[in-house]
């Protein structure tokens, strides 16, 4: 092979390496414009909960009513917003009194404090579909840093589907009644639909 082919070669291997390397950040700018914008956080998510229990089984449920709003940032996914409220008078179990219990004085204090709400302060993106979301939690009149990860589900024109995953630790906001025989750590497992407003 002479100078001119091996320097060709070269060329050519190194723009193949480059393209490479860039691909999958040229995909995420992709997704990410396609997706860039304002949500309203529908009322077909499910934000669901689970408190286990020493020995098995434990309480499980989700919370009916919700609101919330979130904004992906075009550019800069770190620039993204949530806003997002719970009212834990809205909490199914299937039992009707554990519901009574759970939003009683002695957990939620519904009736003093009718919402729960977070706040994002930061995000950050783990890969091609992920993000990890830090905010502040108030619950019970108490505010705390917590962390949830994000990970794309679906998406199209209008509409954009996340599976969310979190762990709150309920002592933090004065509801670790129960413990040790339940956790401390309220396990959150969500389907956030958000529909472009």
Known sequence: MNSA?????TILKAAVALLVAIAPALANADTLSEVAGRYRIDTSSRIGFMVAQIGGGGISGDFKKFSGVFALNNSDISRSTIEFTLFPESVSTGQARIESFLRSDAVFDS??????TFKSTQITQTGPSTAAVDGILTARGKSSPANFQATLSTHDKNAIVF??????????YGMDVGTPIYSNVVQFDMTIHGQRS
């Open 111 to 116: 009736q003093n404090f009718p919402t729960v």
């Open 5 to 9: 082919q091996t320097f060709i070669s």
């Open 163 to 172: 599976h969310v995953e979190g762990k709150i630790m309920r002592s933090r």
